[in-house]
């Protein structure tokens, strides 16, 4: 995997509880993206610790990128990024891939996420061909997490206030509880990782949506320690499994397999 060192070019706050933070250096004028506004990279923060944070914005002309980060206490990234200056060096991977893919025509766009999924949300707005519809859920923390986006779109905003603890319960609702408009959409879902699995299922199974008119992606878990203490009890009995479901070629059925064996351990 190649390894491309940036530089902090500057920071500014978004919100409050958001802070964009801006990486260039001559090493990204290599780092090719994916185009698509949920694509992603890897960031290696000091003590050893990896993140895959979205790509908020590419400037080719400057070889810069924006990344936004949500600010909480604890966290490595977080306290990084709300601290870190100009000039400060930091290493980026991966190659950015990203889910969202609404077909070119589609009537309508649904985009629903919590914080974590805002950067992908904004981009994905900002870069709506001229008159296309979305309708945007965005679960923040209060109302000063409000953000404003300039589109060319016909885009509607609905700002749900949830702390961290019910950002999940809210997203599920935010999809589940919805009548969705009429015609072959697109969905878009994003953030706490055990709501946007409950939301998938219920795409997918409950409504019998094709593959292709929903993507969700989980960013973060709400329950990330209790997760990892429960895993490091079953691994031994759930790796084979896994590595067995890799063989499965359709993308659905994958995650319907994988799903079941975290259900069968409580996971």
Known sequence: ????????????????LMRRVTLGGDALRDYEGSGLPDES?????????????????????TAEIDIDFVLHDGGIASDWAATVEPGAEITISGAPAGKYHPAPDVPWRLLVGDATALPAIGRAVEELPTGAVAHVVAIVDNQDERQTFDTSGDVTIEWVYARSSDAGEALRRAVCDRELPEGPGYIWVAGEAAATRDVRRHLRHTLGLPADRYDTIGYWRFDAERW???????????????AAADAIADDEQYFDAVDDIYAEVGL
């Not at 990279?41 to 002309?61: H, S, V, W």
């Open 1 to 16: 995997m190649t390894a491309y060192r940036a530089t902090v070019r500057s920071t500014v706050a978004i919100t409050p």
């Open 41 to 61: 990279c890897r960031i290696a923060f000091p003590g050893d610790l990896t993140r895959n944070y979205t790509i908020r914005r590419r400037k080719p002309t």
């Open 228 to 242: 990892e203490q429960r895993y490091q009890q079953v691994c031994a009995v759930i790796d084979p499994k896994l």
